[in-house]
């Protein structure tokens, strides 16, 4: 065995990567700390133990990279779940925060809060790197049309009565988005019977003072033999681009659909993914290998990867090492995440068949690519 391959070999068995810890931001005396942003979340959490905090910054950032992409299901995603046990890695800053409440019997409850603010551009290179579908900003803020019939006939959800609409404008904020309501005049107040007719091109009209050109259109009611149904229509630019029904036992939960039903249609029309290829095992070639010292280097790069799963050292030809990595993204999806710092940088990618080092086919999910030491 070539001497630079078995001191690689080593190597890679003790070499181990570090994890970054986040630390809390400061806030000025009487401050209220809150989630404000795509790269901002909260979530409960049982005490401010590292053991508790661990498991809620991974919540946090899976409802970030939720955020981000517009996909609720983001956590199903190849390669989401192994990133989001390093979440803390992405952490800009944390805080707590104690909510207060009223328990069914009257007495206070208290919830604590934790609340996650993560680094925007090492969260968007993940996202890259895995492949998931961005939905840029800045975000549309379409018109919300909702019209409730409790019994005593349909009315029009206006600015005036946004409580009312709650449950659905803040699920609009928790899939990234915004949705506005129309000021409430009497030509607008006029607009009920078309909403429950669903009238698209006549709400369109009377939208046409509002920006963006984009209504969700909802009625509300109580549905037979109990529950509520909210019938929904989702429109931009005049096209009509998704229509769907919610039957619940809770209002508030029939009304939270339709923000759920709009930022999909949104996610479908708007949200794009960069390529970042196939995981699985990809095969390199390292050139400039001098000395230990550059694979110390490189060895440092490639085990701080949050994609890499693991490294099978091949074969040493003078400066020339070729390895199999097995990553949880393809080369392209890898290739965006090395970093400035890294030390070895792509040069190209060209297909190339080969061996293991005990001469058994490698098992390769792409055509070897080739990197240089920096």
């Known amino acids: 065995m070539r001497p630079i391959l078995a001191f690689v070999l080593t190597a890679v068995l003790s070499i181990g990567s570090t994890q970054a810890m986040a630390q809390s931001g400061m806030r000025t005396e009487g401050d209220v700390a809150t989630a404000q942003g795509v790269y901002e979340a909260e979530v409960p959490v049982n005490s401010q133990a590292d053991s508790d905090r661990s498991g809620a910054l991974a919540r946090a950032l899976a409802q970030v990279l939720a955020k981000m992409s517009g996909d609720r299901q983001v956590t199903s995603r190849p390669g989401v779940a192994q990133m989001l046990r390093d979440a803390g890695s992405y952490v800009r800053s944390y805080d707590y925060r104690q909510d207060r409440g009223t328990s069914a019997s009257g007495a206070p409850s208290y919830r604590m809060m934790l609340v996650a603010r993560f680094d925007a551009e090492q969260v968007e290179g993940l996202a890259s790197a895995l492949g998931l579908p961005v939905w840029a900003q800045p975000r549309p803020k379409p018109v919300l049309w909702l019209a409730i019939d409790d019994g005593s006939g349909p009315r029009l959800v206006s600015v ?44 369109a009209r009377a939208s046409a003072r509002y920006a963006p050109p984009m209504q969700l259109v909802g009625k509300l009611y109580r549905g037979n033999g109990g529950g509520w149904v909210a019938d929904w229509v989702f429109v931009d630019n005049g096209r009509v681009l998704d229509r769907w029904s919610a039957r619940e036992t809770d209002a508030r939960r029939a009304m939270a659909n339709g923000a759920d039903g709009a930022a999909d249609a949104l996610v479908r029309r708007y949200a794009k993914a960069l390529p970042s290829g196939s995981p699985g095992v990809h095969r390199i070639i390292v050139h400039g290998l001098n000395s230990a ?82």
């Open 160 to 203: 005036q009565q946004s409580n009312a609409a709650r449950p659905l404008l803040d699920k609009a904020i928790e899939r990234g988005y915004r949705l506005g309501l129309p000021a409430g005049g009497a030509a607008e107040q006029a607009l009920v019977g078309a909403i429950w007719r669903q009238d698209t091109a006549a709400i």
């Open 293 to 374: 010292d550059d694979w110390l280097r490189v060895s440092a790069s490639l085990q701080a990867h949050p994609m890499l799963k693991s490294i099978r050292p091949l074969r040493a030809t003078g400066d020339r090492l070729e390895l199999d990595l097995e990553l949880m993204t393809g080369l392209a999806g890898f290739n965006r995440l090395l970093g400035a710092d890294a030390a070895l940088v792509p040069v190209s990618a060209t297909p190339m068949v080969g061996q293991t080092a005990d001469g058994v086919p490698a098992t390769v999910a792409s055509g070897a690519a080739e990197y240089r030491v920096k």
